[in-house]
């Protein structure tokens, strides 16, 4: 086992490794922006280091003052926590080459599933569903509406330099394509200067549902089941629930197995999740794989009564796993609270924290780095803290965080708890009625 | 002894009219002094035998505690410059992560020493990282006053290395 870990990370995410650190006799280390002076990972690591100011790229993104730290500290692994450089194959090349062991997958793993048409390749091999579509460009419309009979309708052109939404249009039948594929090239060519379209199946009221994988270094894989992360905004997750409020066992059985596929045909080491798009009729596509832990691990955690970032240790290690995929026992739910204005389009709102009280008790847990007093820098992420629930029941869970939100004062600054707790209130999503478009029609400011 | 106790040490000594305390454990020596004629509530210089690794003193959340002792930094400790260093005193910070010389080799001499006077541009240590040498260059003009970190010690980012009169 590691005598002593460098955190490559800052914020919760940090206090989190560090407390699996401690619980498991491994001496921590922490490194830290002159912004983050006062933070509490760099309170609670064994030791910590600073390594720059507070600009990401001369701190937590910079690979050489960290491998400095990582020097002069003598630390045996380092553990990359999530964003940053975690997924940042020359860094895991860079740890490797100095001697230290980068706690996630070796940067040949990173650098495949990094790149989504090697990702998409490399699944379609091991017999992992992917979204449907042509192979690179479109030459035109007669190539178009051949494909497009194949895969079946409905289907969306995109432009291949886009992005925004632009150069993308939905055909539902045979008859509107043309006009749809003209359309689309036309905007395309004004919007890149590229007119180059693709295709790819529509999916309709897709589910963003993911499995938590796990590997070892002996080839043996296993899955830890799904999460449900539908609720986003501008493709950012606000929260996580599992089990999925859509899923049935024979569905999880076959996302398991192909997730599971995903990791051996790649000889996935460490924790990881696969993430797929689930259509109205229960059809699931593979989406892309994180080589990373999650945000959203907790909510794994809370299910299966299991501790992630200790299994990442022990993978790293060279202990292999038990080779047993886990199921839910329990319901949970994470809101993730970040220090932004619901009501002024989400705008960040960084400050001081003059009072901050959690909630507590029975099935409830905050994981933060914040605290009454601390002020909250504007150079990095708005989230301050994950609210998990645990519950027997989806119904007892969702009235555990309609508690739990009403307990959460945070002052100073302003928060999504207000956002959370209307949320909760919704009809739909207490029915489990929801997809991926659900924040786009949903008018909470009036709701 | 561990954090705790050493915590509880510092705390004693700080509360008590004891000048010095000195406490040998096989090759763990721990010093304590208490400024002379200092304020019952000043904190009290903590000194480590080199060599050891940062630390930082982790006082119990929640956070940040009001009395809390001396934070630790790489020997000696940087509790003596808030000591001794006055408001008009400038300080030559490290601009990088790494082992701290005051020569360019082993039997050099070093590159200033107490009493030097330095121009702004002056190589005043050198910095090692990754088996790279890099010279530290002084961004003010003075007197060299005092030397903060003992030769092949960990340095970290904006720790204070000198004290210099401004000229």
């Not at chain 1, 897709?206 to 938590?212: D, G, L, S, V």
């Amino acid at each position: 086992m590691f005598k002593k870990i460098l955190i490559a990370n800052r914020g919760e995410i940090a206090l989190r490794i560090i407390r699996t650190c401690k619980e498991m006799g491994v001496k921590s280390v922490a490194i830290y922006s002159t912004a983050d002076r006062d933070s509490l990972h760099v309170r609670f690591a064994d030791e910590a280091v600073c390594i720059g100011p507070p600009a990401s790229s001369e701190s937590y993104l910079n690979i050489p003052r960290i491998m400095a730290a990582v020097e002069i500290t003598n630390a045996d692994a380092v553990h990359p926590g999530y964003g940053f450089l975690a997924e940042n194959a020359n860094f895991a090349e860079v740890c490797k080459e100095y001697g230290t062991k980068f706690i996630g997958p070796t940067p040949d793993q990173i650098r495949r599933m990094g790149d989504k048409i090697t990702a998409k390749e490399t699944m379609l091999a091991a017999g992992v569903p992917c979204i449907p579509g042509s192979e690179g460009l479109l030459e035109d419309v007669k190539t178009g509406i051949k494909l497009a009979k194949e895969i079946g309708y409905p289907v969306i052109l995109k432009a291949t330099a886009g992005g925004g939404g632009k150069g993308m249009r939905i055909v539902w039948k045979e008859s509107e394509f043309e006009n749809q594929w003209e359309t689309a090239r036309r905007e395309a060519k004004a919007a890149f200067a590229n007119d180059g379209i693709y295709m790819e199946k529509f999916i309709e009221e897709p589910r963003h549902i993911e499995i938590q994988v796990a590997g070892d270094q002996f080839g043996k894989a296993c899955h830890l089941s799904e999460r449900d992360c539908s609720i986003q905004r501008r493709h950012q997750k606000l929260v996580e629930e599992s089990p999925s409020p859509f899923m049935t066992p024979e569905l999880r059985e076959k996302m398991g197995e192909a997730a599971i596929k995903a990791c051996t045909a790649i000889n996935y080491e460490g924790v990881g999740t696969v993430e797929f798009l689930v259509d109205k009729y229960r059809n699931f596509y593979f989406m892309e794989m994180n080589t990373r832990i999650q945000v959203e691990h907790t909510v794994t955690e809370e299910v299966i009564d299991f501790d992630l970032i200790k299994e990442q240790i022990k993978i790293a290690a060279g202990i292999p796993i038990s080779g047993k995929n886990y199921f839910p026992e329990m319901h949970a739910i994470e809101c993730r609270i970040n220090a932004e204005d619901p009501f002024n389009d989400f705008r960040p709102s960084p400050g001081r924290i003059t009072s901050f009280h959690s909630p507590k008790g029975h099935g409830v847990r905050v994981d933060t780095h914040v605290y009454g007093g601390y002020t909250i820098p504007p150079y990095y992420d708005s989230m301050i803290a994950k609210l998990i629930v645990r519950a027997r029941t989806r119904d007892e869970a969702i009235t555990k965080m309609e508690r739990a939100l009403d307990e959460f004062i945070v002052e100073g600054v302003k928060t999504t708890v207000p956002f959370h707790q209307r949320l909760m209130q919704n009809a739909d999503f207490r029915k489990g009625n929801f997809h991926t478009g659900f924040l786009n029609t949903w008018d909470f400011k009036n709701a | 002894m561990d954090i705790n106790q050493i915590q509880e040490l510092i705390r004693l000594v700080s509360k008590s009219k004891v000048t010095e305390f000195i406490l040998k454990e096989g090759d763990f020596k721990l010093i304590i002094r208490n400024q002379a004629g200092s304020e019952s509530n000043a904190a009290p210089v903590v000194a480590f035998p080199p060599p050891q690794p940062l630390m930082t003193m982790a006082p119990t959340p929640p956070p940040p505690p009001a009395a809390a002792p001396a934070t630790v930094a790489p020997a000696p400790a940087p509790a003596a410059t808030a000591a001794a260093v006055d408001a008009n005193m400038l300080t030559i910070k490290s601009p990088m992560v790494g082992t701290f010389y005051r020569s360019s080799g082993p039997d050099k001499a070093p590159f200033v020493k107490v009493g030097d006077s330095v121009e702004v541009g002056a190589t005043v240590c050198i910095i090692e990282a990754m088996k790279l040498f890099n010279e530290i260059e002084s961004d003010v003009k003075g007197k060299i006053v005092k030397v903060l970190v003992e030769d092949a010690s960990p340095v970290e980012y904006d720790q204070p290395l000198f004290i210099v009169e401004p000229a």
